[in-house]
Structure formats: C-alpha cells, structure tokens
C-alpha cells in the first residue's frame, strides 16, 4: 500500500500529531492538522464545558471542513507525479463523537442537523482516506501523556471523561469499515523516540493489501 491520503486518529494524549508529523516528514507528505489550536472556545469549555460546549463543537465542525476542502486538490491529485501525499491527524468521521459526549439533547439534534448538511456537501474523496491509523493506548497512558505536554486547561480532563471517550472510538472503529484501518497499540511505544518502531510500522503500512489489520510496534 502507498496511501495518498492517510488519516491518524486516537483519543486525546494518545500521541497522533506527533506521530502524523513524523510519518509525514519521513515520507515527503503534507501534513495537515487539526484545529484545536484555531479554536477560541476550546480553553473556555475546559473552564465550563454545560457553557460552552455548542460553541466548540460547532467551531471544530466547520474549521476540520474547511481545512479538508482547502486540501481536497492535493488529496485527489496526488496520485499524479510530483504532487505529495497528505498525512492528517484527524478524521471528519469523529467530529459526531465528540460532540454526541458533550451536548444535551436539544444542542445535539441541532449539531447533527448542521453536521449531516455540511459533511453531505462534501466529496468522497475529500473525507475518506486511502488509511486510517488508529493508535490505542490505556487511560492511564493517555493521563500521564496529557499531563507531560502540559497544557493548562488540558489538566481538567478527568480519568471518567477520557474512559469514555476511549469508549467511543472503539466503538466507531469497531463499525468502520470506509477506508483500510490499521489499529496500532502505542501502550509502549513513543515513536518520537523509537525510530526503529517508526521502520517497523512504515514496512507494515506498506504490507497491506486493505481491510482490517492490527500491529503491536513492541
């Protein structure tokens, strides 16, 4: 496999961006990431999630498909020589899961009224990646990688919340069936410094032949 558009998902700590940026410099690739750090609700539903949580949702929702349609050229020329594959640290597919976990009923029919207009809008090929690479890791590994980065408002996520989220994307990548998934244990591994692990995962990447696939980097 020689994915064009590959697309790294995993729960909050699990160490996505960091690996989407390595894959995406060992391989020449656009990197695109996602848009917390544009979002200017994000600090403010850390604070007050009930206040605040409509808000980010809805900013996440339209700045990740913007982001998507501005690169959607590249993604689908880049079969083509010269032009470079595009590497994402976040998938459009997860947007609803966050949002499902924060919003009460009445802002949740609405998110999902907006997100099903917007996301039908878009092309295939702009939302389904040739891979998607799902890291999984234990709470406990998530809390201790959220705490070393050290960003502030991150500190007030408790274990309960991320439980439940890891909950989720189990449960989303346990029915995904859109694109080829490769399902990664990162429990052990930090690809930032394991170059071997990276080698390791690159020759599996380039091994498979679609479908469902598991890979241990320990």
């Not at 501005?70 to 459009?92: K, N, T, W, Y």
């Amino acid at each position: 496999m020689n994915p064009r558009y590959l697309a790294i998902e995993g729960p909050i700590g699990v160490g996505k961006s960091s690996l989407a940026k390595l894959l995406a410099a060992r391989l020449g690739a656009e990197y695109l990431a996602d848009t917390d750090a544009v979002n200017p609700w994000l600090e403010s539903f850390y604070l007050d999630p009930a206040a605040n949580a409509l808000h980010t949702q809805l900013h996440f929702l339209v700045s990740r498909i913007e982001s998507l349609e501005r690169q959607e050229p590249l993604a689908a020329e880049s079969s083509r020589r010269g032009v470079r594959p595009l590497i994402a640290d976040f998938m459009i597919d997860k947007d609803p899961l966050f949002a499902e976990l924060v919003l009460d009923e009445r802002e949740w029919r609405l998110y999902r009224a907006v997100y099903e207009r917007l996301v039908g809008t878009l092309s295939a090929r702009c939302t389904t990646p040739d891979l998607v690479i799902y890291l999984q890791a234990p709470v406990e590994h998530l809390i201790r990688r959220i705490e070393q980065r050290g960003i502030s408002w991150e500190q007030r996520i408790d274990s309960a919340y991320l439980d439940e989220l890891s909950r989720r994307y189990e449960k989303l990548f346990h029915d995904y069936t859109s694109s080829p998934l490769l399902i990664v244990n990162s429990e052990s591994v930090d690809f930032t410094k394991d170059n071997d692990a990276v080698d390791r995962l690159l020759a599996r990447i380039e091994a498979l032949d679609g479908g469902r696939h598991f890979f241990n980097p320990v």
